[in-house]
């Protein structure tokens, strides 16, 4: 696979370090855990600054007339079918999040089907579930930036890794119960295949431990009260949760803010098989 080069021209460089939104001590020192909506933060600091060698290619790639893959805005999961990783495909699933102060758990499924509307904007379509409540929703995803960047400056031919920038909203259908509308900033590790003209979804690569390739971070609000909580949903580990997640190496939720929807998260992480495809049977409007 061929990488987009490094033009010396536009690069830029520094020292300073970010804070890190997943891991909660360290958050906790940099952010309001009582604030609602962290969309702009999230944008900031996934977008490259002085402490870090990029490019932004967004340009570039328009210019090219490159394709986009599906998977950057699906919520499809990629699978090795065995343990030497010989098989491998794309399977639906849903990601999962948190709704509210207490962190409820939220799911979300958008639809392998995304159709691009113009060179930058992705429609798609999908359901959210909250408990027993599920609820069909149409929306936008549109690219800001690609960056590639560099953590070893000294190797202009090999960026370290590709990021993607958007903007999201997604509304659920008004004529459904307990509905409103999502918006926020998407982050996504993709990786530059040359070869086919096409951006792609990277599988192995994501910030802190490597559980976080795809994440939306905003807010939902309410049609009927106008209320508005924070929403953050994503796959695996979630930024700017605070002391919901406690875990080190891996995600783990913390006793206080357990429920069923969480013990059956658990669950599923341990055994993938027990995972339900509640996108496919739901009905239209269902209560809790």
Known sequence: MAFLMLSAFSVATAQNKKYNPFYYPELSKYADPKQMDFSTEYKQWLTPDASQTYKDITNDILRKGYDFERTLFNSEQFIYEDMDGRVCYYKQSSFNGILGDNYARIEIYINPQV???DTLTFKVTGKSKVKKNICDFTGEIRVEHIYNIWERADDPDCPDYYLMVCNYIFKEDETQY????????????????????????DIDLGGGDGYNQRNYVGTWQSYKTNATKRCIWGEYRLPYTFDFDIGDGEMRINPKYNSPEWEQWQSEFFNPEEKISWWEDSLKGGKQ
């Open 115 to 117: 159709e691009r509307t």
């Open 178 to 201: 307990g509905t409103g509308f999502f918006n926020g900033t998407y982050g996504v590790y993709c990786h530059i295949d040359e070869d086919n003209k096409k951006v792609c979804l």
